[in-house]
């Protein structure tokens, strides 16, 4: 591996580094302060929607005790080269093919959301090649709630409801309850959502396809063995704590950190706190036992955390119905509402089918996802896709610290 070793942000945005494998086209971009660095390098991998640029702010401090490499494989981040036949684990694979070619140390990957799954596949698969691993945002999608609420993102994308999409995609990945204490500015969440409502065709599909990968993703066979750390926002609705935590419980050496005033995108809303554990981590030193800003969890703790981190309010709402185009109106008792989902109760039609509305009087009517039904009542998630009936929603809990149920 050659290194650039003149790194300023605007590299950024320079032109990648091109390294073909097979039909593959890898993109990367290379720093240390050498050129000829022997030393384990800190791999980066984003998110559906990150470019290298979304790394500026964490480069000064990583390359000051670290070589770094920045990868988009096939179809992600800035690469558009589409790749629909390869699955998570031929990704995985690509990653462990790039650094046999370039004869690299074994990597240190950091992987946040989607990346998460990419760099915890590598590590798993390629133990010689993966010395630490660090994840944020795991996207190991074994929630209900979460496959469904992608599963109808794809559906809307594929419908042309553009925003629609981006609505409930902003609502996932930033939790609205919570912006008083992760303080995301208003600003930061526009500009998110007009994005995500404004994909040109080419990334709608680079979108969709690393989508379906997630949601044809069957689970690990075998889990990281290296050192790794785990580092979740309290708040993250999307992939929750306990997830994160569960998945550190799985692994032989893992510790898992839950990051205050933070969701989804905690490793950016927090970067000090994160920093304060990742930078030990990366440099093999002893975690901290106590870190200002994170909570990091006793070994006996990660598989007893709360899979509801966010309680359920009992509503009792009598004037509600569940609407579809179909089936026809039903009146429904909201028995357990949130502002991610609830549970109703009633004589309903057992059905996941799309379509369906929850109408509740003056908070209007919502899109809603079906889960499952039982002897307690039918489970659901909301979708959020009308910014309106959000805000309504929102407004009506707040004030009663009501907040959503989480594990929907």
Request: glycine letters at 6%.
């Amino acid at each position: 591996m050659h290194y650039c070793t003149d790194y300023s942000p605007g590299l950024l945005t320079s032109a990648p580094q091109l390294l073909e494998i097979g039909p593959w086209r890898l993109q990367y971009l290379a720093f240390s302060q050498t050129h000829d660095d022997p030393r384990s390098p800190v791999l980066l991998l984003g998110g559906a929607f990150q470019s290298f640029r979304s790394f500026a702010g964490d480069m000064p401090e990583l390359l000051a005790e670290h070589p770094v490499i920045l990868l988009d494989l096939p179809s992600q981040g800035s690469n558009l080269q589409l790749a629909p036949e390869l699955s998570l684990a031929q990704l995985a694979d690509l990653i462990a093919a790039f650094a046999e070619q370039l004869h690299l140390p074994p990597l240190m990957p950091i992987g946040l959301s989607y990346g998460s799954a990419l760099a915890a596949l590598f590590a798993a698969r390629h133990p010689q090649h993966c010395a630490r691993l660090l994840l944020s945002g795991i996207t190991a999608l074994a929630r209900q709630g979460a496959r469904a609420l992608l599963q109808e993102g794809l559906q809307l994308l594929a419908e042309g409801r553009s925003a629609a999409f981006g609505q409930a995609a902003l609502t996932g990945l930033i939790n609205p309850l919570q912006l008083h204490d992760t303080g995301v500015s208003p600003a930061f969440r526009k500009t998110l959502l007009r994005h995500m409502q404004r994909l040109n065709p080419a990334e709608i599909e680079r979108y969709q396809q690393n989508t379906q990968r997630l949601l044809n993703f069957s689970g690990f066979e075998r889990y990281p063995s290296c050192p790794t750390l785990l580092l979740a926002g309290e708040h993250d609705h999307f992939t929750q704590p306990w997830e994160h935590a569960h998945f550190a419980a799985a692994c032989a050496n893992a510790d898992c950190a839950i990051i205050h005033h933070a969701d989804h995108l905690a490793q950016f809303e927090r970067r000090e706190a994160c920093a304060r554990l990742y930078l030990p981590f990366l440099r093999g030193d002893a975690l901290p036992f106590a870190s200002q800003g994170a909570t990091r969890l006793a070994r006996q703790q990660l598989t007893q955390l709360n899979q509801r981190h966010q309680a359920r309010s009992a509503a009792f709402i009598q004037h509600a119905s569940l609407w579809h185009a179909e089936a026809g109106e039903w009146p429904v008792k909201v028995a357990e509402l949130g502002f991610f989902g609830g549970l109703l109760q009633g004589n309903l039609p057992v059905s996941n089918a799309r379509g369906w509305q929850l109408r509740l009087g003056a908070l209007g009517a919502h899109a809603i996802l079906p889960l499952r039904h039982d002897s307690h009542g039918s489970a659901f998630v909301f979708v959020h896709t009308d910014a309106s009936a959000s805000a309504a929603l929102a407004a009506h809990l707040q004030p009663q610290q009501m907040l959503s149920a989480a594990c929907a």
